[in-house]
C-alpha cells in the first residue's frame, strides 16, 4: 500500500514549524509518518463499539506510603557541618553566587 502522506506535504508542515531538512531527512519522515498514518488508519477501521473509554490502561491506585513518623538526623548536628547557619536553618546567599 502506497503512503497517504506526500514529500511535499513532510516539507510543507516542515515550513510551518520552521524546520530546515535535508533531502534524506525528507524522504526518511515521509515514510515513517506515512508508517504512522496507515497504523492510524488501522486502528480507525477497528469496531470498538463495546469497548469502555478510559484515559489509562491500568486501574489507578494511591501509590504513596503511609506518613509514619521516624527517627530523622539531629538537626544540631547537620546544622554544624553547614557552611553557614542561622536561626537553626541553613543560610543561603540571597542571590545564587553572592555570598551572605
Same mark, same amino acid.
Request: net charge negative; proline share 7%.
Given at each position: 500500500?502506497?503512503?497517504? @502522506?506526500?514529500?511535499?506535504?513532510?516539507?510543507?508542515?516542515?515550513?510551518?514549524?520552521?524546520?530546515?531538512l535535508t533531502e534524506a531527512e525528507l524522504d526518511l519522515f515521509t515514510s515513517q509518518l506515512g508508517q504512522v498514518l496507515e497504523h492510524a488508519n488501522d486502528m480507525? &477501521?477497528? !469496531?470498538? $463499539?463495546?469497548?469502555?473509554?478510559?484515559?489509562?490502561?491500568? /486501574?489507578?491506585? !494511591?501509590?504513596?506510603?503511609? $506518613?509514619?513518623?521516624?527517627?530523622? @538526623?539531629?538537626?544540631?548536628?547537620? @546544622?554544624?557541618?553547614?557552611?553557614?547557619?542561622?536561626? /537553626?536553618?541553613? &543560610?543561603?546567599?540571597?542571590?545564587? /553566587?553572592?555570598?551572605?
Amino acid at each position: 500500500m502506497s503512503s497517504p @502522506l506526500q514529500r511535499e506535504d513532510v516539507a510543507r508542515v516542515a515550513r510551518l514549524a520552521r524546520l530546515t531538512l535535508t533531502e534524506a531527512e525528507l524522504d526518511l519522515f515521509t515514510s515513517q509518518l506515512g508508517q504512522v498514518l496507515e497504523h492510524a488508519n488501522d486502528m480507525s &477501521a477497528l !469496531n470498538l $463499539d463495546d469497548v469502555e473509554p478510559t484515559a489509562h490502561p491500568f /486501574g489507578l491506585i !494511591n501509590v504513596f506510603r503511609r $506518613d509514619v513518623v521516624r527517627p530523622s @538526623l539531629d538537626r544540631d548536628v547537620l @546544622l554544624s557541618q553547614a557552611p553557614d547557619a542561622e536561626s /537553626g536553618r541553613f &543560610a543561603v546567599p540571597r542571590i545564587l /553566587g553572592e555570598a551572605p
